[in-house]
Structures are given as structure tokens and as C-alpha cells.
């Protein structure tokens, strides 16, 4: 059943963007309490487009895209790239050399020949390029104002920086300083629809969403409060600095983080494993080879379909086909209704197993004729299983989430489901041996009351079902009448009846046996209408 569960799990994610390579993880995802996320393409829209430049002095604008041109790949897939080469026109030229772009360098270099001189160009993160350029203060400052304004806006800033080499100068080494500075530019990544949504319906469920980002934290911050982190007041913390606190086994600088800036995969990870040593469930998304740890370290590995690296896609349990965040909580729905739909299933499976394995040894034990034959058995599981398996198949609501239990959604049963199974397993009991025992009366006619004992347990099937379904699915309405249509039609057909070696029943017995259904539907819907999805 349980594979079952799992199958109508997997195919209903898949109908939501998210392909599962691990069924396990279906049932797993629902107990998700804090979402690591990227921003580029998960959050965002991934579609880069530049929106300013600012070039420098007697740089022009189309030089300043000629050098940033200079030092982008055409076959590197990134976004920025893409939207750089679009944008500029560069001139027919020659690449010597490149050094291209890693989380610790925040840079990308090229060694280019122009018509009779060597270039080098070079593109990065703001902080960085500048710090390889001649500035004075006064102009570095400037620089660095607007870099924060423009960032402060959302923007994803780059500098882009140039520096002349001789023709016999070697180009296979990376100069670090004498760089001259040739302007910034401005590209802006639009939002996802329904991402600031999503963020909002986590958050009042109680998981935590936390940014993870190599931009700017001016950037960052933007972004994090356009989609509503903490309010609209998120607490942004550099990547370095969180790695330098974990290390100092400071893990209270997690406490209220929304977003971490300039982040490397190394912190990313970092940051995972404080996660779950603090006993955080937690989901990581991820898209390159550099992501590989995290996503692995993650109780829920989420790999971008559209952008993501084949590594990612191998090490993640979930592939995101959309590559949207709004997936990750329609996906967290699933799951947990998915735990819902299997606590009721096990829950009805109980509710009718407990009466039939108890009168099954009780009333022999009593010195009474066996009550069920296998025929009676096969009878009774032509309807316990289909039922167990098809009616407490509810689609989950993905615009609301409800709150997690204080112990977690990991817990089947309660102490007070517990004790009302057991208490209604024992009174449904009683009611189907009492109606044996009338049945069979002074003249010992053992088929009419198995016909009785039996119409009182299936009648305790429909209950349990109608009080748990609430009839709300037409698979619950469906298998409500099947079952009864069936009982009648095998007990009170004679030739069926005589088959099953049973005797049709009489007005009052029906009415004892639907008052036993009555009863079966009331106590388990006391117990639900309390407690519909608690632990």
C-alpha cells in the first residue's frame, strides 16, 4: 500500500514541475522546515537583461560593452554572458588566454589580440575589479556609492575593468593590480510569478526560507524584500562571515538570517549541516557542479531542470522542471498530504482489521461456531483494500499551508488517536459479537448469524469510511454503495447467499446493522472533526 501511496505521489509532483528520482522522498518533503534557495533562476525569471551602464571618463558606452564583451564566453550558458554578447558588438579578435570565473576569484579574465595590441579584460564583481584598478579615493569612493545604489535598486552589478600588455609580455599569468577601470553595468532579473505568493503561504506554515546568493548584499537585500522575507525586513549576513562564525561553533548567527550574500558552495554547505545539527528538516536547491555537496547533504536535494548540470541532477532527489520556487511549496503540499492520506488509510485499515481479527478468536474462544470462512475473508478484503487504497487519495491544497505540529509532521498517530482506535475497535467488537450471538439464537443457525456478523461489519467499513472521507471524493461515495449494494445483493439473494453458506436477514437485523454503521461513522468523526490533521 505503501508503494501505492508513494506511486500517486511521484505523479502527482511530476504534474507540478517536480520529477522524483527517489519515492521516498515524496512522503519526506512534507516534513521540510526550512528552504535553502537560490535566487538566479529560482526566485527570479534567470532572464538577465542589462539595463544600464556607466562608463568611465573617455570610455565610451560601446567600449565599455566591447571589454565586457571581451571577457565573456559564448559557450558558458550564464545568463550575464548571454545578455553581455547580445547587448555589445565586439571586433573580429583573437583569444590568447583566459581565466575563467570561480566563486574565490568573483572574476572572469580574458588575453585577447585587438588589430596590433594584447588586452587584457576582465569582468566581475564590483568589490573585486575595483581593487585591481588605479583609483584615487575620492573616485573609488564614488564608484563604490553608485555600485550600492544601483544594487540597492535590485540590480546585479559588474565592473568591468581593461589593461594594455606589450606584445612580448607573457599572457598565461593573471595580472593582480594596474588595471584600469572601465565602467559598471546594471542588469536586472525580473521576479517569478507567484514567487512573493509562495514565500508568504511558507512563512505562515512555519517553514523557514533562507536566500542563498553570490550577489551583491545590496542586491540581495532588494530582492529578498521584494518577495517578503521577514516581513519585507530581511537580516542579510555575508557569506564569509557565516563561514568564520561556524567555525568558531557559533551557530546563533543562524537566528533570524534571511538571506546569505556573496555566498560560496563551500559556505552553502557550511550552512546545510548547521541547519540539520540544529535539527532543521531541510530542502537545498542547486544548479552546477559546485552545488553537488549541498545538495547531497540535504535531507531534500532539489536540482533546476532547465539550467542545472548533470552532476546536480545525479545528486538530487527531486529535479525541478520549471526551475521554479513556487514548485518547492506545491511540492511540500503534496507531501504533506500525502502523510495525511496515508494516516487515514492506515487509520481506516485499523478501525475495521481490530473487529475482525478480534471476533474472529474471541467468538470460538467463547465455544461459539467459527464465525468467518475463507470465502467470508476474501469477501471482506475485496473491500477493506480497495477502499484503504483509493478513498484517501486527496489532492493537496498548494494555496495554504498549514502549520506544523510542534513534534513535527513525522508522528502517525497521537496518544488520542491511539486510545480512540482502541477504544472503537473494541466497541465495534462488541457490537458485531452481540449481533452474532442474537443471530445465532437458542436454535444454533451459525449461516444466519455469520450473515449478520458479516452485514455489521461491512456496515462498520461504510461508517468508518464516510466519518474519515467525509464523502468529499467520489471514489469514498463510490466504494460507500458498493460496499452495501454488494452485501445486500450477497445475502439477500438466495442463490448467492446459499454460495456463501448464509441466510438472507430480516428488517430488524438490517436496522441493528445500520445502527452499527451509525455508531462506526460517529465515533472516528468526533475524533477527525477535532483533530483533522494533527500528529
Not at 583569444?95 to 575563467?100: C, G, M, N, S
Request: aromatic share 6%.
Amino acid at each position: 500500500m505503501l508503494t501505492f501511496f508513494l506511486g500517486v505521489g511521484v505523479y502527482r509532483l511530476a504534474r507540478r514541475q517536480a520529477l522524483v528520482r527517489r519515492a521516498v522522498v515524496v512522503e519526506n518533503i512534507g516534513r521540510v522546515s526550512c528552504i535553502c534557495t537560490d535566487k538566479t533562476g529560482t526566485l527570479t525569471e534567470g532572464r538577465l537583461q542589462l539595463a544600464h551602464h556607466y562608463a568611465v571618463g573617455d570610455i565610451d558606452d560601446k567600449r565599455l560593452l566591447q571589454i565586457a564583451a571581451y571577457a565573456s564566453r559564448e559557450d558558458s550558458g550564464d545568463p550575464m554572458d548571454q545578455a553581455i554578447l547580445v547587448s555589445g558588438a565586439p571586433l573580429e579578435h583573437a583569444v590568447l588566454y583566459t581565466f575563467p570565473f570561480t566563486e574565490a576569484r568573483k572574476r572572469e579574465t580574458a588575453v585577447i589580440r585587438e588589430e596590433t595590441t594584447k588586452l587584457i579584460a576582465v569582468k566581475g564583481a564590483p568589490e573585486t575589479i575595483l581593487a585591481l584598478c588605479d583609483l584615487g579615493g575620492t573616485d573609488l569612493e564614488r564608484w563604490q556609492q553608485q555600485v550600492e545604489k544601483l544594487a540597492g535598486t535590485g540590480h546585479k552589478v559588474i565592473a568591468c575593468a581593461w589593461q594594455e600588455l606589450d606584445d612580448q609580455a607573457r599572457c598565461d599569468q593573471e595580472p593582480e593590480q594596474g588595471f584600469t577601470l572601465a565602467g559598471l553595468l546594471a542588469f536586472e532579473d525580473p521576479l517569478r510569478d507567484g514567487v512573493k505568493e509562495a514565500v508568504e503561504i511558507c512563512q505562515q506554515a512555519g517553514i523557514r526560507v533562507i536566500m542563498v546568493t553570490g550577489d551583491h548584499p545590496a542586491t540581495a537585500t532588494a530582492i529578498a524584500s521584494e518577495i517578503g522575507l521577514n516581513q519585507g525586513k530581511p537580516r542579510v549576513i555575508e557569506g564569509e562571515a557565516l563561514a568564520t562564525s561556524l567555525t568558531n561553533q557559533d551557530s546563533r548567527v543562524l537566528d533570524g538570517v534571511d538571506v546569505i550574500a556573496r555566498a560560496v558552495p563551500a559556505q552553502k554547505l557550511a550552512l546545510v549541516q548547521a541547519l540539520k545539527q540544529g535539527g532543521d528538516i531541510v530542502a537545498v536547491t542547486g544548479d552546477g557542479v559546485n552545488d553537488v555537496p549541498a545538495i547531497q547533504s540535504a535531507d531534500i536535494g532539489i536540482a533546476m531542470g532547465e539550467r542545472g548540470t548533470r552532476s546536480a541532477h545525479e545528486a538530487a532527489a527531486i529535479i525541478l522542471l520549471d526551475d521554479n520556487f513556487r514548485s518547492i511549496v506545491q511540492a511540500i503540499a503534496e507531501g504533506r498530504q500525502l502523510f495525511n492520506n496515508l494516516r487515514l488509510s492506515f487509520e481506516y485499515l485499523l478501525l475495521v482489521h481490530i473487529p475482525l481479527v478480534l471476533t474472529a478468536a474471541v467468538i470460538p474462544f467463547l465455544g461459539y461456531p467459527v464465525l468467518y470462512l475463507p470465502i467470508h475473508i476474501v469477501w471482506l478484503e475485496m473491500i477493506i483494500h480497495p477502499t484503504a487504497l483509493l478513498v484517501f487519495q486527496n489532492s493537496a491544497d498548494t494555496s495554504h499551508l498549514a502549520p506544523a505540529q510542534a513534534n513535527g509532521p513525522a508522528r502517525f498517530f497521537s496518544r488520542r488517536h491511539w486510545g480512540v482506535i482502541v477504544f472503537s475497535g473494541v466497541v465495534f467488537t462488541l457490537l458485531i459479537t452481540f449481533a452474532y450471538i442474537r443471530s445465532l439464537g437458542a436454535m444454533q443457525d451459525v449461516e444466519h448469524a455469520r450473515a449478520m456478523a458479516l452485514v455489521a461489519l461491512t456496515s462498520v467499513s461504510a461508517g468508518i469510511t464516510i466519518a474519515l472521507s467525509r464523502l468529499r471524493t467520489l471514489a469514498s461515495r463510490v466504494l460507500v454503495v458498493f460496499t452495501m449494494l454488494v452485501s445486500v445483493l450477497l445475502i439477500q439473494v438466495p442463490a448467492l447467499a446459499d454460495l456463501l453458506h448464509l441466510l438472507p436477514l430480516h428488517l430488524d437485523d438490517w436496522l441493528l446493522a445500520m445502527a452499527s454503521g451509525f455508531i462506526a461513522a460517529a465515533i472516528p468523526f468526533m475524533l477527525t472533526s477535532r483533530s483533522r490533521t494533527g500528529a
